[in-house]
């Protein structure tokens, strides 16, 4: 059983940044593709980035590119999410998740992921 726990959401200005982070505990942190999703208000999820096991793949959503960056440190079996030039409509609650598949290619497809993060709330004030 793998176990995520995000952390680093707050309330910002429009323009400020923040660095999201999630602790994966339970699994073999370095086989899992992981991503980062977002859920505002009213809306249905939506992919906002993802890394291959080694870091050496990176997909973005095109409303982040630019501004948001995904990490990981294997190590220290935790990925980052470094948000800088934040905007109001980047509010929401944004979730770690996990795909222990040992496919290769990072996926923008949330049916793709097995286990998820509670979430952390993003509230950027314009």
Do not use: H
Not at 65 to 88: A, H, Y
Not at 94 to 107: E, G, H, I, K, M
């Amino acid at each position: 059983q793998v176990q995520l726990v995000e952390s680093g959401g707050g309330l910002v200005q429009a323009g400020g940044s923040l660095r999201l982070s999630c602790a994966a505990s339970g699994g073999t942190f370095r086989n899992y593709v992981m991503g980062w999703f977002r859920q505002a208000p009213g809306k249905e999820r939506e992919f906002v980035a993802a890394i291959s096991r080694s870091g050496g793949g990176i997909k973005y959503a095109d409303s982040v590119k630019g501004r948001f960056t995904i990490s990981r440190e294997n190590p220290k079996n935790t990925v980052r999410l470094q948000m800088n030039s934040l905007k109001p409509e980047d509010t929401a609650v944004y979730s770690c998740a996990a795909d222990v598949s040992l496919t290769v290619a990072p996926s923008r497809d949330a049916t793709q992921y097995d286990y998820w993060g509670q979430g952390t709330q993003v509230t950027v004030s314009s």
